[in-house]
């Protein structure tokens, strides 16, 4: 088993670190030095491999395409015959198809009827498009001057990838054109990292599973469901291990089932100042783990560490309860966290700007994320107006979110017509 640093270790390495006020890009800063790469790997294929991280870089055994070929239906002919002064009459001698290579031999002032895909006829270099030119008889054509020039709508030989060369580095994401560049080597399988398994829990005395009897005080688990969509969109292996009670032994008994399974664990409620539960309590005496006031909203509260059990250890994200604040601080910082335990490394999609439709009210010292309807105004310009109630519980504002418009640290209020960052959901 590796060696992972301690909180401790992490916290003194990063200058100004105080988890009382812990400012948003700092937690990022944290969380990538708490979290390592998994090391497992596994061969499936093509078809089942979307979604997952290549594991080592994929070299390609072949040129791709294998032959030079013809990139349209026409007329495969010698470039260098074309004059600047007067069109081109070429005898057809014969006809190239896809898939099968055409072997005759073409002379000066032939030229060979050919399909988009077949071979390139030794000795040729240039294709006339069907439609370009004009054919004088089934076994003659003319090329008007000025139509094309010499190597046109022919691909090269390796022009997609060349043998020896990386199709895809270790770390990218099989996406549906990087399935198909794979296919296109011709291998039926790909090296990925295994999936990263990761168990949620929601706690709270007042939290209802669905299928219970509605009681005063109480609402239903909405943070399992979210949770659970978040990380299925991520392609992890999730483990679901339900609503958990505030009671000490029901409390033990899950984080130890956890870490001995995930390499993740991520709660929702219980961690915020003043709870009168055991989440906390029982977090710190399985692990290392550190309570912070993130300086941010929604979603101030967070725990996170690593707990033990055994052998194994699994990296815990306590995330805070309310339904919106466990969206955003799962978006903002576990994700990231947890594409970086995948192995993952892609750039993140680009955050955008668009001019802000209200004003956005805000205090410098914070990272605000609203939740936001971005669409284009009559100058073709992105714009944003806000969801409405931006209140932590409201679960709907995410909804009819397309966007969180992030808000940084050091801003203040945005005015109308503004330039704000949004991040696209
Ligand atoms: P807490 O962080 O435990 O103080 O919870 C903050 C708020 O989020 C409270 O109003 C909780 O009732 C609510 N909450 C906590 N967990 C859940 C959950 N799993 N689903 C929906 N709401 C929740
Ligand atoms: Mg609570």
Redesign the pocket.
Known sequence: MTEHPSIAEIAANLEGYDPQALPANEVLKFLSALVSPIKDIESVEIFNALGRVVAQDVISPIDVPPHDNSAMDGFAFDGAALSSTQALSLKIVGTALAGKAWQGQVNVGECVKIMTGAIMPDGLNTVIPQELCQIESEHSIVIPLGVLKQGDNRRLRGEDLLKGSPALRQGALVTPAAAGLLASLGQPTVKVMRRLKVAYF???D??LSLGEAPREGA??????YTVHGLLQSMGCDMIDMG?VRDDPQLLEEAFKAAAQKADAIIT?????VG?ADFTKAMMKKLGDVVFWKIAMRPGR?MAVGRLTEGLRSAVLFGL????VAVMVTFLAFVKPALLQMMGHTSDAPPVMRARTQEILRKKPGRTEYQRGVVSRNDQGELQVKTTGNQGS?VLSSMVQANALIVLAHSESTAQVGDWVDVLML
């Not at 929702?268 to 915020?272: A, T, W």
């Open positions: 929601s706690t709270g007042e939290i609402v239903f688990d909405s943070n399992r609503v929702s409620g219980g961690v915020s709870e509260p805070p309860g309310n339904p519980g």
